[in-house]
C-alpha cells in the first residue's frame, strides 16, 4: 500500500475560537469562517484529512469516550458539508490531574506529544515526512515536529505563553486556514521542483 500525504488538523484550528475545548457533545461546533475553500484546495492537491485533539474531559470526569465518539461525528459531518472527508479522529482523553484513574496516566498521545499522530498514520498509512500540521497552539505545532510533518501555526491568539525551543517553530505563520493552505501549496510545489530537478541532474526522467 502506498502511503499518503496527510493534513493533521487540530480541533482548535479548524473550529470558530472557543467552540472545540467547551463543547462536549458537538452540537455547538462551527467551522471557521472561510475553512472550507483552504480544505478544498488541499484536498485538490491530493491530502487526506485526519483530525487530532485533546480531550481531557474523560479524565475529569466530565465526558466519556461514546460522547468523544459522537464529537468526532460531528467534525465529519462538519467536513462532509463542505466536501471534505477525514480518515478519521483521534482525541487523547488523558489528564495526569484527573480524576479518573484509568485515564489518569502520563501517555504519550497527550499533545505535544506525538502518539495521537503516529497512531494515526500506522492505523491510515500516511506518510509523515510529507505529510502538514495545521494547529492554533505551539504545542500542536511541537506533536507535529517531533512526529516529522512540517507545520503551520495559525496566529489567532489563542498561544499566550509562546514557550518557543527547536520543536516549537513552525515552519509558516498564518493568519487563517486559506493562507495556510497557500502556504503549503507554495512549499510543496517548490520541493517538488527540487526533487525534478535532482531527477533532471542525475540523468532521470529523460526520453
Keep these: 500500500m502506498s502511503l499518503r500525504r496527510a493534513i493533521f488538523l487540530a ?8 467552540d472545540a475545548s467547551g463543547d462536549r457533545n458537538g452540537r455547538g461546533l462551527r467551522l471557521r469562517p472561510g475553512a472550507g475553500p483552504g480544505l478544498r ?11 487530532i ?13 461514546d460522547e468523544l465518539r459522537t464529537v468526532a461525528q460531528r467534525f465529519e459531518e462538519l467536513l462532509e458539508d463542505e466536501g471534505v472527508a477525514l ?8 489528564d495526569p490531574h484527573g480524576v479518573r484513574r484509568d485515564y489518569v496516566v502520563e501517555c504519550l498521545c497527550r499533545l505535544p506529544r506525538p502518539g495521537l499522530l503516529q497512531r494515526a498514520a500506522s492505523e491510515h498509512g500516511l506518510d509523515v515526512a510529507h505529510s502538514w ?17 512540517r507545520t503551520v501555526l495559525l496566529d489567532d491568539g ?23 493552505a497557500l502556504l503549503v501549496l507554495e512549499d510543496e510545489h517548490v520541493l517538488d521542483w527540487r526533487r525534478r530537478a535532482g531527477a533532471g541532474r542525475l540523468g532521470v526522467g529523460h526520453a
Design 158 to 180: 489563542r498561544e499566550r505563553e509562546w514557550r518557543l525551543s527547536e520543536l516549537r517553530l513552525p515552519h509558516h505563520v498564518a493568519e487563517g486556514l486559506g493562507e495556510a
Design 11 to 18: 480541533e482548535n484550528g479548524i473550529v470558530a475560537p472557543g
Design 87 to 94: 480518515t478519521g479522529c483521534s482525541f487523547c482523553p488523558h
Design 53 to 65: 485533539g485533546n480531550r481531557p474531559c474523560v479524565a475529569r470526569g466530565e465526558c466519556d469516550e
Design 41 to 51: 484546495l488541499l484536498r485538490d492537491a491530493g491530502f487526506v484529512f485526519h483530525l
Design 133 to 149: 500540521l495545521i494547529g492554533d497552539s505551539l504545542d500542536e505545532i511541537e506533536a507535529g515536529v517531533r512526529t516529522g510533518c
